[in-house]
């Protein structure tokens, strides 16, 4: 078999549908006056791996049940994938909904 002509068609290539991921990802705020610790995963008892500096705003990729934690937008237990194995905890985030934003992580 021979292939005389090959067509591509949007969103086929991965390139293609990484750039329509990354225009509608959205960035949220870090509470107002907060230096929020990062961590490696979704829970208090995962190392910190960096921390973000008061007013930052992160991508949310994918959400995942962790540690229960309270902070300035009320008491969470959802978790925010903000990097690759990077994690922030909800109640610091503001989304403006009390809930899932974004899909689970897999």
Do not use: F
């Amino acid at each position: 078999m021979s292939v005389d002509h090959v067509e591509e068609t949007p969103g086929q290539d991965g390139a293609q549908g990484v750039t329509a991921q990354a225009a509608a990802l959205r960035y949220y705020s870090v509470a107002p006056g907060v230096s929020l610790n990062v961590r490696s995963g979704p829970g208090t008892g995962y190392p910190i791996v960096r921390t973000l500096l008061a007013g930052a705003k992160v991508p949310v990729y994918c959400q995942t049940p962790g540690t229960k934690v309270t902070g300035p937008y009320g008491t969470s237990s959802i978790w925010d994938n903000i990097d690759n194995g990077e994690y922030v905890s909800d109640a610091y985030i503001y989304t403006g909904v009390d809930g899932y934003i974004a899909p689970r992580c897999a």
